[in-house]
């Protein structure tokens, strides 16, 4: 009776039974044993390849590069900026490194303030690596099952920011805003799911520690979905947040250790409390102790003075200033400010609290009219305005033409 050369299986135990030369066969099963195998060799090649392809266009500056560009971009933070430059140096030198020892990743959380600069360093930061980058609203996102947008949803549009190619999509940067928003409630008993707080930090953790996610995304050109299985393990997450009261946690934490004195003084009087945040606090604000352990970088920003709000204006390579500069280039007007008018700009965007965003609102209100009518201007031989405190202050008509040619 005739039998595989390979397992020894008669002809009645398999299904198929194929001859070769020298009166050799070989059984269905081995086949198929051997198609796995073989395919199972070739994608560890592929990902190997693709792996070395990544480590070859992935161009990791050191830490000072990456400071000294964000200094391009950022004003202030200076502390914030070294720390987070040796987290991002460290996380890519890991992927593309073959050390045998592995490391743990180094997940990001920003504390501060709007408008401190907090989107703008991660933007800035996966801009200058060349990687794909996506920002979300953490109160968009609620437990999986539940209506809005679950934790996996975050890498499908990671993967579609990276035109659909998994292995870079595998090395990009995810961007949560207002993570102290899902801190979990003390103040209250829930005894049902809770799809706001700890069960969105509890999704995340699976993700920010490293797992495999299946996604699907519709295809261009026809209707089909197309499948992919995206690894997480390299991703970076940066987590941001204003955590308003955080400094009271901690005041309080240290009050309570002053013996003999009155805690509710010394706990409003403490100062720098940002050198004395620790994990505890964090904990004590509403964020489980596994989501804090996925972020071992912590790292503070601090409220931009009118120095530096000025500076925001002014400095950066892409300035609010600067840009509506090149605006009115564009109609061959020259646009100018006097130090009255940016120090008006700066008073005014601080009494709404809104910090380095609260100036775009401002310059948005005082050069509304002056766009209005700026290719009017330009046609009656303007080539350039300039905007005073009056302007800042009153609004922007009536014009006062001096000189010929400006506009004060």
């Known amino acids: 009776m005739l039998h595989c050369s390979f397992c020894g299986k008669t002809q009645k135990e398999v299904s198929k ?133 679950d934790t996996e949803t975050l890498i499908q549009k990671l993967v579609q920011d990276a035109n659909n190619d998994v292995q870079k999509a595998e090395i990009g940067i995810i961007y949560i805003d207002e993570i102290d928003k899902k801190a979990k409630r003390n103040d209250y008993v829930n005894l049902s799911r809770d799809v706001s707080g700890e069960g969105v930090q509890q999704s995340l953790l699976k993700l920010m520690e490293g797992t495999k996610v299946e996604v699907s995304i519709r295809a261009e050109t026809g209707k089909a979905e197309i499948h992919y299985k995206v690894d997480t393990s390299n991703i970076l997450f940066i987590v941001s947040g204003a955590f308003v009261g955080l400094d009271d946690v901690v005041r309080e934490r240290i009050g309570k250790g002053k013996i003999g004195f009155n805690n509710s003084k010394i706990s409003s009087n403490v100062p720098d409390w940002e050198k004395s945040l620790e994990t505890q606090d964090l904990i004590k604000y509403g964020l ?36 509506y500069q090149a605006l009115f280039e564009l109609d061959h007007v020259k646009l100018e400010f006097n130090d009255d008018a940016l120090d008006a700009i700066v008073n005014k965007a601080k009494k709404q609290g809104l910090g380095a965003r609260g100036l775009r609102k401002v310059l948005d209100e005082i050069l509304i009219d002056i766009q209005y009518e700026l290719p009017d201007l330009a046609k009656q031989g303007v080539t350039k305005i300039v905007i005073t405190k009056d302007c800042v202050l009153k609004g922007s008509p009536p014009w006062k033409i001096s000189g010929g040619d400006t506009v004060h």
């Open 17 to 149: 039974l194929l001859s070769g030369m020298d009166n050799t066969h070989i059984c269905d099963r081995c086949v198929d044993l051997s198609a796995s195998l073989l395919n199972k060799e070739n994608t560890e090649k592929s990902k190997q390849a693709q792996k070395t392809r990544i480590r070859e266009t992935l161009k990791v500056p050191g830490p000072r590069q990456i400071h000294d560009h964000l200094n391009e971009h950022i004003i202030g933070q200076t502390r914030a900026k070294k720390t987070i430059s040796v987290g991002i140096y460290n996380h890519y030198k890991r992927i593309i490194s073959d050390n045998q020892i592995p490391i743990d990743k180094s997940n990001i959380l920003l504390i501060g303030p709007t408008g401190v600069g907090k989107t703008l360093i991660a933007r800035t930061i996966a801009h200058m690596l060349d990687v794909p980058f996506i920002v979300t609203d953490a109160t968009t996102l609620t437990e999986h099952g539940y209506a809005g947008d």
């Open 288 to 323: 489980i102790p596994e989501f804090i352990g996925r972020l071992p970088n912590v790292t503070l920003l601090h409220e931009l003075n009118s120095q530096e709000l000025i500076q925001v204006l002014t400095e950066p390579k892409y300035s609010l200033i600067k840009q």
